[in-house]
């Protein structure tokens, strides 16, 4: 009988393996999919010779994370690798804002729109490296982050802070419009809110947008070299040498919970694996609560909680081999390894408003990446490894569009969908389209198939919105890992701090589940005490054995 049992083998359910089993733990990791990774997986499916991200591809906050870098996964055989450039925001008339790791490159670019906006984002760039350290700390622990919070609130109460926090609410429109005369600084900091489910006119959405620029300005936006598969592989590397167990294609069914604890799982198979002292669960919180936790072992509360629960948006993705570098009118973007296709900030509006409106764009925002400009691992000298995603309603009412898109995502609506996409990527790189080797394409309905996280292709495990996150993440009152089931912990992305590989919601649930036995160890050691304390010394000088 393992001490704990991990459902699900993606990034926070290995990286929870990983430090339960550097506890001392045993530890069994049961994955539905034939092969761990979740959202971090690749393959060569969509042509001879070029590697493809099926799901996540840059990764920000890896590069940021204190719990990767502690796992020292360079040791099991991770690399990572850039493009020359983080990130591009080119424009139909040939002008280009661009983030690169070097900031006075990334100043002078945004120079170009308008003088003086250089130093306005060296002003952010600053305020970002004064409080950098605390608002790292900050996010990868758990909720409520009581150290990094009382230094940050020491740091802000000196420099500002109630400023610093009136521009981290604002919408992302408001503040590059606070901070910038030109299009081009706007531009980067919506662009980079867009990660997320964000509008240009959502609240958070600046301090979002900021995060995610500042990011990619320090760390870049690296990739693991040889596919995004390279990082499970180095989780699951490390895992095993530590003697955790990891077994694949074994779907969890039922957490089987007795007196009011978890005790172990129930697989696909009927088997049942007992856990001596704790299940943690990287899956999704619907999936979770009434789903492998029976609605009779929680709190109606919270499943009424559940009910209400948002997820963020559906994602359509593409993938493509091409023969060719892609021909960008910006010349810029020919050394992004990501690029965001939206003409202008108002196009972006227009965007998030058809979501709302629940319609299928007509002109779809899309993060377009350059796998080979990032990795020349990816495929063949001279051609290019590519992708493109964007967002789509999951409940789809209307096509904004002259096609008649109904969210069916059958193969018709699949490929009229990749068509778009790809007149999109055309308005920027004329002659893309006759570049296309071959061409894969991943609905909403082909990515939840694929990882059953990603609920209709949500790839943030719940919106990114204020309401949905810290102390209401995943449901209000709680922005921690236990649940209402004692020995259960939530270790997916569903949990604080959220989407993103970066391994803190499972590193978050297993140091909750190690503090939990250390305490009931600390228990059992005062029950002996006061034991001895009532007996007098009558033990005194025998062995306890």
């Known amino acids: 009988m393992p001490d704990a049992v991990v459902i699900g083998a993606g990034p926070n359910g290995l990286v929870a393996a ?35 991200d099926l799901f996540s591809s840059f990764y ?9 870098a502690g796992l020292r996964l360079g040791d099991h055989g991770l690399r990572w690798s850039h493009a020359p450039h983080v990130l591009a925001h080119p424009l139909g008339d040939g002008t280009c804002a661009v983030l690169d790791r070097d900031v006075t490159t990334t100043a002078a670019s945004l120079d170009a729109f308008a003088p003086g906006d250089g130093d306005a984002w060296h002003r952010l760039h600053d305020v970002w490296e004064r409080y950098r350290a605390d608002i790292l700390d900050a996010l990868f622990t758990p909720f409520p982050p009581v150290r990094a ?61 900021w995060l995610m620029s500042m990011l990619g300005q320090t760390y870049g936006f690296p990739v693991p070299v040889g596919g995004s598969g390279a990082l499970t592989a180095a989780l699951a590397r490390r895992l095993t040498s530590r003697g955790g167990t990891l077994r694949c294609g074994e779907r969890v069914e039922r957490v089987v919970v007795r007196d009011r604890r978890a005790v172990g799982v129930v697989t696909a198979g009927g088997e049942t694996v007992a856990a001596r002292r704790a299940v943690l669960a990287d899956v999704s919180v619907p999936d979770l609560y009434g789903g492998l936790v029976d609605a009779a072992d929680l709190p109606e509360q919270v499943l009424d909680d559940v009910r209400r629960f948002q997820w963020d948006f559906a994602t359509f993705k593409v993938d493509w081999a091409l023969d060719g570098p892609v021909p960008w009118r910006a010349e810029e973007a020919a050394r992004a390894g990501t690029v965001h296709l939206a003409d202008g900030l108002d196009e972006l509006t227009r965007f998030m408003a058809q979501i709302s409106q629940r319609q299928v764009p007509d002109r779809p925002f899309s993060l377009f990446g350059q796998m080979t400009t990032s990795d020349p691992t990816r495929s063949p000298r001279g051609t290019e490894s590519a992708w ?26 699949r490929e009229i969908m990749a068509d778009r996409v790809e007149r999109q990527v055309e308005r920027f790189a004329p002659g893309f389209r006759k570049l296309v080797r ?9 990515l939840q198939a694929l990882d059953r996280n990603l609920h209709g292709g949500a790839i943030n495990g719940g919106t990114t919105a204020i309401h949905q996150q810290l102390f209401f993440r995943p449901v209000p009152g709680t922005g921690r890992p236990e649940t209402p089931v004692a020995g259960l912990y939530l270790a997916s992305a569903g949990a604080h701090p959220g989407g993103g590989v970066h391994g803190a ?41």
Request: zero cysteines.
């Open 505 to 545: 919601p499972g590193a978050n649930a297993a140091r909750a589940a190690l503090r939990r036995h250390r305490g009931d160890g600390l228990q059992r050691v005062q029950r002996l005490l006061t034991h001895r304390d009532r007996t007098g010394d009558r033990g005194a000088g025998r062995s306890a054995f």
């Open 18 to 52: 990983n430090l339960l089993a550097d506890a001392g733990w045993s530890v069994a990791v049961l994955e539905e999919q034939p092969e761990p990774g979740g959202a971090a997986r690749h393959d060569t499916a969509v042509a001879d010779g070029f590697v493809s």
């Open 149 to 209: 919070a009382a230094r940050l609130a020491l740091r802000l109460r000196v420099g500002g802070g109630l400023r610093l926090a009136r521009n981290l609410l604002l919408p992302v429109r408001r503040m590059g419009e606070e901070e910038f005369r030109g299009e081009g600084g706007r531009l980067l900091l919506a662009g980079n809110a867009l990660h997320a489910d964000l509008s240009p006119e959502s609240a958070g959405s600046g301090g979002f947008g």
């Open 438 to 446: 071959a061409r894969r394409v991943l609905a909403p309905p082909t």
């Open 388 to 413: 493109a995603y964007t967002h789509v309603p999951h409940e789809v009412r209307g096509d904004a569009g002259d096609e008649g898109l109904t969210g069916s995502w059958d193969a018709k609506e």
């Open 60 to 68: 920000p906050l890896a590069a940021a994370s204190p719990v990767l």
